[in-house]
């Protein structure tokens, strides 16, 4: 991604937010057959230990654990197949496949079938050390990368374990951490949510597993012992903490045998827990929650079968909550369109399958044993994918029919026509470039014939469309009554053509979506209203699919009075604001009244699954401060009225805090006079951070009544500030000022420079502050003002600028250039773009700290839209005001910083 800055950031961000973006179901998806053989029952070839080699191949098998650490590398152990001579049985060798190679090596164990475990010292690493031969355990990989072990069934049939292993590849041993070293251990369970030296799940086999946040490994289900000893499936949810080395139950029964407890379908609750089941799929999703699909065991009414319910797990709440899928046992697969999603669409039931995690944070499932498309079961080789975000799967590859063999083409080549033979008991892994890998089972090879197979494919997803997003949290078609028309203006600066969705979110969730296609070098319009009926604040969130770089804003107007005109050209009032190109967990305004105006602070909450808990805190100019609370639910918005909460207390700054983490984007809008019907406002965007210095290209007092707004977030400091003024006059016109703690600071600039005209405003402090710029029309007193616009400083000048609105048709439009250097001119080219691509161009030459206004009209002539891009030889800083009715006198108008870049 470029280093793109709009114009209030002082750190440099990129946010995908790809649960707006339509799956690029398009591109291609393709296995390659990697390595080892495309028939069943092969020995092992393991070659020297310790060495890497060509030949080496793990014998065909089903049921072992995997790990992805040390450099990427993947990690293989056990399960049940053959040994180096063709002998079928459990295994306990470890193995290691390096993608950057393609060879293997085996790296610990035995090469012969049937070895029973090697403990040595509880918590003490040996070299002797070795876990028995076992298969359906379960693994984990800790976050100083060793890779852990639990349970499963060894060598001699229906003989369980409970025994905990970690396995350094630093030091090439392993430690027995927990558990015992003697089969079919009962349950030591202790008191639920209590962590204690004694808690050790029951001896079982096929559980599944997760990793959270905090390193800590997760544990569920199986088929093994409960508290009494007593045999079967089982529903208990264990987290190990490797600091303390002690397992606490967590959820579920300490018996065996329960059924589901669904609840209501994608709510959580405390009561929620799937039923004991063993074989299932597990994934952790971007925000450490723990997902569980399928397996075999108990539906809702105790009935026994294959399962395709999805299930999520919160470790911060507790409580599981039903996502998908039924609650019902043996239902079959609803496939739908390969590689489209839809609501219908859901797995069938099934379990021993494989599961991955994508870098977009989508969860990935392969073939088991369950139902297909046609209610029959047996084994799958079908691959799914989930989208947390859209609550949807996908069928990707494969077939929806049962007992498929493998179509392997070329060894180490992709096709579109390679897919792995039907197959259970798999394991699975990810690579650190995205890729998804696949070894063995017990399934199908390339002739049909059924048996133990140690092929090694690979699942590439290419690299995903990087879907680029802006936020504009203020917006809507209704103001206090009002009709308002609200304009989102996109301008694509690149060769290429960009696919975009707009994304209109209200107070209560999403309400419309609309795609369309943004031309080369182009500024695109599109009217909110055209869209949206809903009344209220409408935020808007702007996705660009295919992540090519582009420039946002919105432009809202209003007919005021009574008269409830919308005519372009009828306008009495407005605000223009860009948009957010990231999203924060907190966001400074440094601008804002309620003694004169109607203040309102919107926030867009755009996560798809988490609610925001938010506090916005008001300052006035004497340190005082109030504060409010709101939630704003997942994908929606929320708006706070500062003279509601605040009251009457003149000039105010403001602070807005995500309390539990989940980051938003936020803006201010101000109308007046106060209470309505309102002539005029201005809009801002909040600043995500505090800065030393801020540049304000725009400023005028000969016709206007300009104030700089300064807010000091330090909790204990005073700001000692300097303000520099130029263009009014020759040289710099200084004006220093104090900002005390947590208050806002307010400078009209008529009483610093006179009746000077244009100038441009440099704010510099000692500590980090935020800075804002407000002007009104006409000058004189605040009863009488019919215009006026604002906009948030830039804490850094680039080189390059790009301004998606523009208009000459019924508005006056300027172009604000300042060049803050005090040694060189600035020779400052523009680019003017039209929604046909064509272009108008105009150079500038500024002198050194110097401000220059260019009035656009006198250059496009009546061009009715248009976008701006100036390139400069050095950094400046570029602002654009916008009046009308054309040609004056102006009764409103609107401001707005560039995006630089």
Known sequence: MNERYFAVAIAVFGLTLAAFAAPALGREYQWAWMKGSDEIDQPGEYGELGVEAEANTPGARSGSVSWTADAGRLWLFGGQGLDKDGNSGGLNDLWRYDPATGNWTWIKGADVSRQPGVYGELGVEAEANTPGARSGSVSWTDDAGRLWLFGGRNYIIWEFLNDLWRYDPATGNWAWMKGSDEIDQPGEYGELGVEAEANTPGARDWPVSWTDDAGRLWLFGGYGRDKDGDWHYLNDLWRYDPDTGNWTWMKGSDEIAQAG?????????????????????????????????????????????????????????????????????????????????????????????????????????????????????????????????????????????????????????????????????????????????????????????????????????????????????AGGTELAGTAVDTYILIFNPGPEAAPVELVFVGGNGEIARHEAEVAPSSRATFRMNDHVAEAGTVSTIVISLDGLPLAVERSSYWAGGESGTQAAGEWAGGHNAPALDLVEETWYLAEGATHLFDLFIHVLNPDPLAAAEVEVTFFDQQGNDWSVLTEVPALSNRTVEARVEAGERGQLSARVESLNGVPVAVDRTTYWPRGGPWTDGHASVGTPAAGLTWRLAEGATHIFDCYLAIHNPSVTETAEILIGFTGAAPGIIFQPAEVGPLSRYTLKVNDVVGPAGAVAATVVSDIPVVAERAMYWPQGSPDGWTGGHGSAGTPQAFSTWRLAEGAAHIFDCYLLIFNPSDTDAATVDFNFLDKHGDTIPHQETVAPLDRTTVKVNDLVGSLDAFSTEATSDIPVVVERAIYWPKGGPWIGGHSSLGVGE
């Open 261 to 473: 407890v669904y609840g209501e379908l994608g709510v959580e609750a405390e009561a929620n827990t799937p039923g004991a089941r063993s074989a299932p799929v597990s994934w952790t999703d971007d925000a450490g929650r723990l997902w569980l699909f399928g397996g075999w065991g108990f539906d809702k009414d105790g009935e026994i079968g294959s399962l395709n319910d999805l299930w999520r797990y919160d470790p911060a709440t507790g409580n599981w909550a039903w996502m998908k899928g039924s609650d019902e046992k043996n239902q079959q697969g609803e496939y739908g369109e390969l590689g489209v999603e839809a609501e219908a669409n859901t797995p069938g039931g099934r379990e021993n399958s494989a599961s991955w995690t994508d870098d977009a944070g989508n969860l990935w499932l392969f073939g088991g044993g369950g139902m297909d498309g046609e209610d029959n079961w047996s084994k799958l080789n079908d691959l799914w994918r989930y989208d947390p975000a859209t609550g949807n799967w996908a069928w990707m590859k494969g077939t929806d029919e049962r007992n498929q063999p493998g179509v392997y083409g070329e060894l180490g080549v992709e096709a579109e026509a390679n897919t792995p033979g039907a197959r259970f008991d798999i394991f699975s892994w990810n690579d650190d470039a995205g890729n998804l890998w696949l070894f063995g089972g017990s399934g199908l090879d390339k002739d049909g014939s059924n048996g133990w197979l140690n092929d090694l494919w690979r699942f590439s997803l290419p690299p995903p469309a990087i879907a680029e997003s802006w936020y504009l949290p």
